[in-house]
T-cell receptor, first 109, second 117 residues
Framework: GQNIDQPTEMTATEGAIVQINCTYQ??????LFWYQQHAGEAPTFLSY??LDGLEEKGRFSSFLSRSKGYSYLLLKELQMKDSASYLC??????????WGAGTKLIIKP | GAGVSQSPRYKVTKRGQDVALRCDPI?????LYWYRQALGQGPEFLTY????????KSGLPNDRFSAERPEGSISTLTIQRTEQRDSAMYRC???????????????FGAGSRLTVL
């Protein structure tokens, strides 16, 4: 079967750095997405990786290793507004998105 | 429109009634997806369209659920003879690219919260 694993919840301190991991087992691979979802709101797109390596976008970076079936989202200089759920999703060989359950990130002052 | 619009935002209905949830995607977006999302979970795929063609409905839970997108724009998800277990947030998303594209970024609507009493 197809599976996406990510931690249920993480806690970090304002101003610090946090890494949210995602491991996947899917039928084929056509890219990995990270979405941010604030409580009660819709998911919004953060990043897309299809090749191995690190993609940097401001305070957020996303890393992919296809051979290991592994990705992480790195958030730097954490702000209180970063408190949200972070969803990892993989596009399989049929171009269907397989979603993880999300990681709830709690930022403490 | 500027974003994906869903209506109604909240719907309370009695068991056995039919409900219709509407999605108005971003103008020009080719693909439209319906998801269901439980609290603390990722989106659960229901069905999707490229233009007006329903490409995959494998995620629809049973034959009480149906969806259409007759003119390749607005879509309606219909649930017949609702049951309490249908209570959930129903989200629509659209993307500019067709579903066969890798970098297929989804823009989600705010969702329709369905409560079946």
């Amino acid at each position: 079967g197809q599976n996406i694993d990510q931690p249920t919840e993480m806690t970090a301190t304002e101003g610090a750095i946090v890494q949210i991991n995602c491991t996947y087992q899917t039928s084929g691979f056509n890219g990995l997405f990270w979405y941010q979802q604030h409580a009660g709101e819709a998911p919004t797109f953060l990043s897309y990786n299809v090749l191995d390596g690190l993609e940097e976008k401001g305070r957020f970076s996303s890393f992919l290793s296809r051979s290991k079936g592994y990705s992480y989202l790195l958030l730097k200089e954490l702000q209180m507004k970063d408190s949200a759920s972070y969803l990892c999703a993989v596009m399989d060989s049929n171009y269907q998105l397989i979603w993880g359950a999300g990681t709830k990130l709690i930022i403490k002052p | 429109g500027a974003g994906v619009s869903q209506s109604p935002r909240y719907k309370v209905t009695k068991r056995g009634q039919d409900v219709a949830l509407r999605c108005d995607p971003i103008s020009g977006h080719v693909s439209l997806y319906w998801y269901r999302q439980a609290l603390g979970q990722g989106p659960e795929f229901l069905t999707y369209f490229n233009y007006e063609a329903q490409q995959d409905k494998s995620g629809l839970p049973n034959d009480r659920f149906s969806a259409e997108r007759p003119e390749g724009s607005i879509s309606t998800l219909t649930i017949q003879r609702t049951e309490q277990r249908d209570s959930a947030m129903y989200r629509c998303a659209s993307s500019l690219a067709g579903s066969g594209s890798g970098a297929n970024v989804l823009t989600f609507g705010a969702g329709s919260r369905l409560t079946v009493l």
